[in-house]
Nanobody
Framework: QVQLVESGGGLVQPGGSLRLSCVAS????????MGWYRQAPGKQRELVAV???????IYADAVKGRFTISRDNAKNMVYLQMNSLKPEDTAVYYC?????????WGKGTLVTVSS
């Protein structure tokens, strides 16, 4: 079992930046994917960015060039740097870790982009 806890959400104006953090309760293995998803009101949860097992990253088209995912395996953490935020980025952001065929989710952190 792995518990994931997100932090860093909040209210930000359009064009602003936030950095989300996710910490795992135990060692996370660099060979497994860890990433961020989001769910806006009335919409399905969608992929934002994933740091893959091959040391690469995958981004949703909507966030490419604005968001950057990074992970620190020594600290059991993954981060999401979000720049040039738009109102349509408003959502609950969830951290996900996949290991040995199991998916683990955090409870989410709310990001609201509004003036």
């Amino acid at each position: 079992q792995v518990q994931l806890v997100e932090s860093g959400g909040g209210l930000v104006q359009p064009g602003g930046s936030l950095r989300l953090s996710c910490v795992a309760s135990r060692i996370i293995f660099s060979g497994y994917a860890m990433g961020w998803y989001r769910q806006a009101p009335g919409k399905q949860r969608e992929l934002v960015a994933v740091a893959t097992s091959a040391s690469g990253s995958i981004y949703a088209d909507a966030v490419k060039g604005r968001f950057t995912i990074s992970r620190d395996n020594a600290k059991n953490m993954v981060y999401l740097q979000m720049n040039s935020l738009k109102p349509e980025d408003t959502a609950v952001y969830y951290c996900k870790y996949s290991e040995f065929g199991m998916d683990y989710w955090g409870k989410g952190t709310l990001v609201t982009v509004s003036s």
